[in-house]
């Protein structure tokens, strides 16, 4: 229905390379359009497919995916504050005493936007289901929270973007480049990031994250974080060494080490 593919996690630039690498592999993609009817011959047997211009593809298989929307059948008439999901607070408790809620059914906190949302993703599920659990267990522990996050490999092409894929308004700056399917970009707000795209190489992509997540002033070398070599030794002295140490071991607030996002192989 839109105009490029993965439209969620990709801009516009690295829809297009993906593109490019499907249509290598003989996939005919068709943007801007939806299908108005499925077609059948025979009872249970599918012909084809009408597009919403009227075109007819003829066909003898429809896989339908539109998204992704919690169930909410079960708790509706429960009382539990719900928006697009079940709305948990930092230590995914629900809105009645002794309820959790985490997963793609929790609409939690999420650090870029400051508030929360609805992050349909597992590293994010795998957190949160760990945090629900030591609060019911007795212990206090708290979400740091999570965000928009794909890791992934389509028709042989590396993708990765969490956060923000295009700026809402002109107050964030964006910073990219591109070589051949090596596409990078980085989405800034007041010095700090607050989203990235990364296909083809991605080797360092990790590194940003957590840059990201710790929400580390990145402003004096905001264009090496897009360079072929970026790596630890752009970082500053205190940034560098947090990142050298074990999570564990790393000095104040919200550090994380050398944690990478989960990568979630979809096959070639």
Not at 1 to 7: A, C, F, G, S, V
Not at 130 to 146: C, D, K, S
Request: contains cysteine.
């Amino acid at each position: 229905m839109k105009d490029w593919i993965l439209n969620t996690i990709l801009d516009k630039e690295a829809g297009s390379l993906e593109a490019m690498a499907m249509g290598l592999a003989g996939v005919n993609i068709i943007t801007g359009h939806t299908a108005a009817r499925i077609n059948s011959n025979l009872p249970g047997e599918v012909s084809g497919v009408t597009l919403d211009d009227g075109r007819l593809i003829h066909c003898e298989m429809v896989v339908v995916a539109i998204g992704v929307r919690p169930r909410l059948d079960t708790v509706v008439e429960s009382g539990l504050k719900v928006n697009r999901g079940i709305t948990v607070d930092r230590h995914m408790a629900a809105s009645a005493p002794d309820v959790y809620a985490c997963g793609d059914v929790a609409e939690a906190y999420d650090f870029i936007i400051g508030g929360n949302r609805l992050t349909p993703v597992w590293p994010n599920a795998y957190n949160g289901g760990r945090v629900a659990g030591l609060n019911m267990a007795g212990q206090t522990a708290e979400y740091e929270g999570g965000t928009a996050m794909n890791s992934l490999k389509y028709f042989g092409l590396h993708i990765v973007s969490a956060g923000l894929v295009a700026p809402p308004n002109d107050s964030y700056e964006t910073i990219t480049k591109k070589i051949d399917s090596a596409y990078r970009k980085v989405i800034l707000r007041n010095g700090r990031l607050a989203g990235l795209v990364f296909t083809g190489d991605i080797e360092k992509s990790g590194i940003v994250y957590n840059l990201m997540k710790d929400g580390a002033d990145v402003s004096n070398f905001k264009k090496a974080l897009v360079a072929d070599d970026f790596g630890l030794a752009y970082l500053p002295k205190n940034l560098r060494q947090a990142r050298l140490l074990m999570p564990e071991e790393a000095a104040g607030p919200g550090v994380t080490g050398l944690e990478e996002p989960e990568v979630l192989p979809v096959g070639d």
